[in-house]
């Protein structure tokens, strides 16, 4: 059954949360877009860029004023897998 990953992390760093499981890619979209406003929200000082767009299933962040940013990845990952992790993600929603 395809089904999507949604990661955001640092690269070169664990995600900030667990990995979450959608079902389409309709979910996967919204559940980007959703990720990308809560970024803007905390966003007080309105310094993040974005890249990249929820279609092609994928953000990069990061803050142009901040010295050695590494900047954050928000991505929906496709997965065909049918283990127990990907059923319990699926059914965890």
Excluded at 3 to 13: A, L
Excluded at 50 to 79: K, M
Aim: hydrophobic share 25%; glycine share 6%; net charge negative.
């Amino acid at each position: 059954m395809t089904h999507y990953h949604i990661v955001k992390n640092t690269p070169g760093y664990m995600p900030f949360n667990d990995p979450y499981a959608v079902r389409t890619k309709t979910e996967a979209i919204a559940a980007l877009r959703d990720e990308k406003r809560f970024m803007q929200d905390s966003d007080y000082e309105g310094s993040y860029r974005f890249e990249g767009n929820a279609r092609n299933l994928s953000y990069w962040v990061t803050e142009p004023d901040r010295e050695h940013d590494l900047g954050v990845i928000i991505q929906a990952t496709e997965c065909n897998d049918t283990s127990d992790d990907c059923r319990e993600q699926l059914e965890g929603e």
